[in-house]
């Protein structure tokens, strides 16, 4: 995914409003929110910018892709 650093200002965690960080090359794995601790991903190159889909950070560096349900 080519998430230019323009386009990363933009998005914001739409929990906090605060700043994401890309995780991965060119962001191609997901968004993370510090603040929140959790990440959003990014499926078929489009961040899924949901409170619900978010995976905590905790279970991101677990290997967990998902949200727990
Ligand atoms: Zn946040």
């Given at each position: 995914?080519?998430?230019?650093k323009e386009l990363l200002e933009i998005l914001a965690c739409p929990r906090c409003h605060g700043a994401l960080e890309a995780l991965g090359d060119n962001a191609d794995e997901g968004?993370?929110?510090?603040?929140?601790?959790?990440?959003?991903?990014?499926?078929?190159?489009i961040p899924v910018?949901?409170?619900?889909?978010a995976v905590p950070?905790?279970?991101?560096?677990?290997g967990q892709r998902q949200a727990a349900r």
């Open positions: 995914m080519n998430m230019n968004l993370s929110c510090p603040a929140c601790a959790v990440v959003y991903p990014v499926r078929d190159d910018m949901l409170v619900e889909e950070l905790a279970d991101w560096q677990r």
